[in-house]
């Protein structure tokens, strides 16, 4: 699967196809990988593949530094697969100035990364090509999908309440959260603006469950489940939990999954007589 | 002074403390973390790891902190300041590297003012460390001139001999009292030497090098292209020991408000950006190169210390995994190559 990684990479930009290769490659240690930027053939040999490959490199397609190198083959799998239909579908990307290199996958991180567990997305729904061999995608039903969100939904209201202040009190507001997400694309974080100060920027009870709560609102309908946030809290915040909660609630109000069919309409900004609330008619 | 304390008396020495009036700061783990947070008891204390996930710095440089309160009332302002933040506490169990970054650190804290926040905490305070026993592959102490049983910064350091026992050497006169006050707590030292078991941290890169490389390269190709990974967050900077930059902040109304202090980093495309809408650090590249700047080149000339204790922390946690050692190493190999410069 290496192999057939690097040849293609390799053909991308021998033909031009592509100035770069966005990928992984061997990281500061044998559990880990890290980001590359291939633009030249002969550096194919830094691509790697193994059940490290935790990153969603997509994220790679708004920063203005990795932009500059050109137009990208990124390596996706079937998750990250879903990030690059919501941001064809959100404008910040166009179609043709991607080259979506699938990849198939039976899951990563050690241990599983708990939203490998429910993953129905062994092979991507979207590539212009695909390396390893395509697995028939399980067809999972809503409660499947959502399983992990059991044990949080027995909580009280209270408890709630309880659970997230003291998971919030360890927030440091270093924003790897929001840097780290490919769909928290805005040149300029609400969290930046201070004219109004719309969120607290200290880290303090207030400020803290402000920005958390910002951030997964802005998420809810979009949040592919990648779960990067989480993986990156240098604090070790559940925050999937709360995207996770916030895509239930969209799905079971607008039928919609973000990232699964090019053609359907975005559910928060799509206006939908037919939709359930009250107010949009 | 030696004395020696072995592990089940942990909790006599955390107890008799407490009795003391000390609060008592230790490593204890919090589901998948080992942090540094107040203990009650021995009982809570970790001692199998590396080295905790928070650094030191937070007990005396919070995340957040309000600096003073104000009411306005027609032309009259009225201040008022916080009181009694410094508590006498005793933080037991930090590695060298985190008690190191405290010297460090004084040097900026007492610099063109005097940071009270700063330097009534450093009073208050008393640091006891254990030695490090193992290490792990993102450790690089060694390479910044300390060591993983380095005494400075300490009060008193904890290394490990023989089965659960500690030898207690004291550094300073502030730890020497406190071990006076607890003597009952501790044993004599044994009459033989014994071997210490202290970790074997490899050193990966000569820092002399990399300075002289520093003074010569502000432009080159390595700072874009070691930095392309960077999401630009900020969780280096946070969980750095000795990375010490703030923004003030005003949370208020029309009429009161509290003036605060929170954390801050160079990582950050805000950081550098001016009213006008001009960066000066437009690129990660750019604020990057700074880290390593502040740290290597700039605090070094001015300071005469090295920004950096090896601990670490920052690329263990690094979204992107951007290695700092690894960085200094390529840094330190240039140097080595004349010839090299853009």
């Known amino acids: 699967m290496i192999e057939a990684l690097r040849k293609k990479a390799e053909e991308l930009l021998r033909s031009n196809t592509v100035n770069v290769v966005f990928g992984y490659g061997e990281g500061s240690t044998p559990e880990r990988t890290r980001p590359v930027f291939i633009t030249k053939p002969e550096d194919v040999n830094k691509l790697t593949w193994n059940q490290y490959c935790v990153y969603n490199l997509t994220t790679y397609l708004k920063r203005q530094e990795t932009r500059k190198l ?7 799998k079937g998750c990250d697969a879903k990030t690059v239909i919501v941001l064809i579908k959100e404008s910040q990307i166009k179609r043709e100035d991607v080259y979506i290199l699938g990849v198939t996958c039976q899951g990563v991180g050690e241990p599983l990364a708990v939203k490998c567990k429910a993953c129905d997305v062994h092979t991507p729904r979207i590539y212009d090509d695909l390396v390893g061999e395509k697995v028939e995608n399980k067809e999972l039903s809503f409660d499947e999908r959502y399983a992990e969100l059991d044990e949080y939904e027995k909580m009280s209201e209270k408890g709630k309440w309880e659970f997230w202040q003291k998971q919030f009190e360890k927030c440091i507001k270093c924003y790897a959260c929001s840097n780290i997400c490919p769909l928290c694309f805005c040149d300029r974080c609400i969290v930046e603006k201070n004219q109004p100060q719309w969120i607290d920027p200290s880290a303090h009870a207030r400020g803290n469950l402000s920005w958390n709560v910002t951030r997964a609102y802005h998420l809810a309908g979009r949040c592919i489940n990648c779960e990067e946030c989480q993986r990156v809290c240098p604090a070790d915040i559940p925050l999937n939990l709360l995207n996770k909660k916030l895509a239930k609630e969209a799905e079971k109000n607008f039928n919609y999954r973000p990232g699964y069919n090019i053609d359907d309409e975005l559910a928060m900004s799509t206006y939908n007589a037919k939709d359930n609330q009250d107010f949009v008619k | 002074m030696e004395k020696r304390l072995n592990k089940k008396d942990f909790d006599n020495f955390i107890t008799s403390l407490r009795g003391k009036g000390y609060k008592t700061i230790a490593p204890k783990k919090d589901n998948n973390l080992i942090v540094l ?22 007990f005396f440089f919070p995340k957040t902190e309000k600096v003073l309160s104000y009411r306005m009332e027609k032309n009259n302002v009225q201040i008022e300041e916080p009181e009694d933040f410094a508590v006498k506490s005793v933080i ?3 590695r060298p590297c985190d008690a190191f970054s405290l010297p460090v650190m004084d040097k900026v804290f007492n610099w063109d003012c005097s940071d009270k926040f700063w330097v009534q905490r450093r009073e208050a305070v008393t640091i006891v460390t254990i030695a490090c026993d193992k290490c792990d592959t993102y450790c690089f102490c060694t390479s910044v001139g300390l060591a993983p049983d380095a005494k400075g910064g300490s009060d008193v350091l904890f290394t490990k001999i ?26 004599d030292p044994l009459s033989e030497a014994s071997d210490r078991q202290v970790a074997t941290v490899e050193k990966k890169f000569e820092i002399e090098k990399v300075k002289s490389w520093l003074d010569e390269n502000f432009v080159h190709t ?5 930095s392309l990974k960077c999401i630009g ?4 900077t946070f969980v750095c020991p000795t990375c010490h930059c703030f923004d003030i902040v005003d949370e208020c109304t029309m009429t009161k408000g509290d003036r605060v202090k929170n954390w801050d980093g160079c990582q950050f495309k805000m950081f550098t950006m001016h009213t006008s809408g001009h960066n000066p650090r437009s690129t990660q590249g750019e604020r990057w190169r700074q880290r390593i700047m502040h740290k290597f080149k700039y605090y070094v000339e001015k300071f005469d210390s090295i920004l950096c204790v090896g601990c670490g922390r920052c690329s263990r946690v690094c979204p992107a995994d951007m290695n700092i050692s690894e960085m200094l190493e390529i840094i330190a190999t240039e140097a080595s190559q004349p010839g090299n410069k853009e």
């Open chain 2, 162 to 187: 023989s089965g659960d026992d500690y030898v207690v050497e004291t550094v300073t006169e502030k730890g020497e009292s406190l071990i006076k006050e607890f003597e009952g707590v501790f044993s």
């Open chain 2, 37 to 58: 947070d107040e203990v009650q008891g021995g009982g809570e204390i970790s001692l199998d790891h590396v080295i905790t996930n928070n650094s030191i710095k937070e």
């Open chain 2, 233 to 236: 967050c900020g969780a280096c």
């Open chain 2, 222 to 226: 390595v700072w874009t292209d070691f």
């Open chain 1, 70 to 76: 050109g137009k990208p083959a990124i390596i996706v």
């Open chain 2, 92 to 94: 037991f169990g930090s």
